[in-house]
């Protein structure tokens, strides 16, 4: 198992001067060395906004929300659609329910003020160990062990850990959490996050840039590009589909909300067959419908090719204007309708 440093003091220090000079500029952030913390508001925001998103498609999600919504309890006041319909874009759309729902729990049962411990903000809904520890480092100083994909990279060359990912997680969160201490916590947690992001790279890394060369012994190896070792992966399964179009005489599309549990759980959706379709799947209403072609979509789990057909009808929808449309619809219905109107 590898073994932590006994010169920790030291390789914290060279992290922390490297990050106050290459800390990255980002709109949620607090500059190191202003000795203010960053709203703990705006922190668990871009927290949530940032799981399995990249922080350039996440920014302009964050600044569009913090100017509608200010506080927490200015999100916690908003209709559930019209926060779904805001997130559109972003995926993995069960994060916007849990954000709705701790915000409201914020607002509602502490007054505004989010819980200042890990402790505290785990028991928020929809919190998990990740978030709690990145929130209680970063916007209330805690000496929490902050752990997300590019920290694990981070520590897997560190330490040249041999057990393949997903297995190697509890020892990856194990050396990271030796390295944590009070001093800057905030800044700590950041550092690494960084470090990660720019520098210590997943494919051709820089290391020629780290301030960590000296105790990494993934770069002592000559290939730290090696590190983490992933287990093999099973192949995505992938589905078949059918998304069907209906148009109005004014030119609107039908839409529908989907139901609150499940995979787009709660969003404005196109009506479309189960996703394990058989050719002669039955449209939702009786129209004279035509091939549009298909689109392909990718979730975390399968691969989606959907079937696009359309016609001009009328039905019990949630008739809405294309444009609306195209800027309400998760991507897989905005491919699907652009399809369509292709």
Request: proline fraction near 8%; include cysteine.
């Amino acid at each position: 198992m590898p073994s932590v440093p006994s010169d920790v003091p030291a390789l914290r220090a060279a992290l922390l001067d490297w990050y106050d000079v290459h800390a990255r500029t980002l709109v949620w952030r607090t500059p190191p060395g202003t000795g203010t913390r960053p709203d703990p508001y705006r922190v668990w925001l871009s927290e949530v906004m940032l799981q399995q998103t990249t922080t350039p498609h996440a920014t302009p999600y964050f600044l569009e929300f913090t100017r509608r919504w200010a506080t927490v309890g200015d999100l916690a006041a908003v209709e559930d659609g019209e926060l779904m319909a805001a997130w559109a874009g972003l995926g993995y759309y069960a994060r916007a329910r849990n954000l709705l729902a701790c915000a409201r729990a914020v607002a509602g049962e502490h007054d505004g003020v989010f819980p200042d411990t890990e402790e505290g903000l785990l028991a928020l809904p929809g919190v998990g160990a990740y978030t709690a520890a990145a929130v209680a480092a970063i916007a209330f100083g805690r000496a929490a062990n902050v752990v997300d994909g590019n920290v694990e990279r981070v520590m897997a060359r560190l330490f040249a850990v041999e057990t393949p990912v997903p297995a190697a997680r509890p020892e990856l969160r194990r050396l990271a959490g030796s390295l944590v201490r009070d001093e800057r916590p905030g800044d700590w947690a950041q550092a690494l996050m960084d470090l990660g992001a720019t520098v210590c790279r997943p494919k051709s890394p820089l290391c020629g840039d780290c301030p960590l060369t000296r105790w990494c012994a993934g770069h002592a190896s000559g290939q730290p590009e090696r590190y983490p070792l992933k287990a093999k992966r099973s192949e995505r399964p992938h589905r078949h589909g059918f998304a069907w179009v209906l148009r109005d005489e004014q030119g609107r599309v039908g839409l529908v909300r989907r139901p609150d549990k499940g995979l787009l759980g709660g969003m404005l959706g196109l009506p479309t067959s189960d996703w394990n379709a058989a050719p002669d799947a039955v449209p939702p209403v009786p129209a004279d419908w035509r091939e549009a072609g298909a689109v392909e979509h990718v979730f975390t789990h399968f691969s989606l090719t959907l079937t696009v057909r359309t016609a001009t009808g009328q039905g019990d929808f949630i008739w809405t204007p294309i444009e609306e449309a195209l800027a309400a619809l998760p991507t897989v219905f905005r491919k699907a309708l652009e399809r369509a109107l292709a």
